[in-house]
């Protein structure tokens, strides 16, 4: 890939997270369909039944009830080939139902790491790791 493609591929990547970060649920949306190929593969296990980009729609949903100010804050971004890696910080306040936790009005902030594979200067393909330990030490759900 050339560095005009991977320029490309990370400010799509942004572009995206600066969406999740309105709390517009229409943009969100929207903007998952405008990045994400419909079909694609997600490599991270999620609690939903969806795939491809439906399930990114009802994650990110489940999210800003959960985290209703949640934002993004990318930390790095590097693009080798048709990969982007990219590092990012996650804040938000508590104030909705979240993996059975009721909500406890508690702030947090999480690291998460995200590899993700283009084509055609669209999302194909995820793999994740998101500090969930952190997350729910930071809600009070374990020690």
């Keep these: ?20 970060s309105t709390g517009d649920a229409e ?7 405008e990045v994400f190929e419909p079909d694609v593969l997600i490599r991270t296990p999620l609690p939903v039944e969806a795939t491809g980009a439906q399930a ?6 489940r999210l800003r009830r959960a985290f209703p100010d949640l ?14 890696v990219s590092r990012n910080v996650v804040t938000g306040t508590h104030q909705g139902e979240y993996m059975g936790l009721s909500p406890t009005g508690r702030s947090v902030a ?6 993700l594979r283009f ?16 997350q729910m030490r930071q809600l009070g759900a374990i020690l």
């Design 1 to 20: 890939m050339s560095t005009a493609e991977h320029a490309r591929n990370k400010a799509t990547f942004r572009h995206f997270c600066d969406a999740v």
């Design 27 to 33: 943009l969100i949306s929207k903007t998952i369909d």
């Design 56 to 61: 990114m729609k009802e994650v990110f949903g």
């Design 71 to 84: 934002h993004v804050a990318v930390e790095d971004l590097v693009a080798e080939g048709d990969r982007l």
């Design 110 to 115: 999480y690291d998460e790491i995200f590899i």
């Design 119 to 134: 084509v055609n200067g669209r999302i194909a393909e995820t793999w994740g790791v998101v500090d969930v330990l952190s």
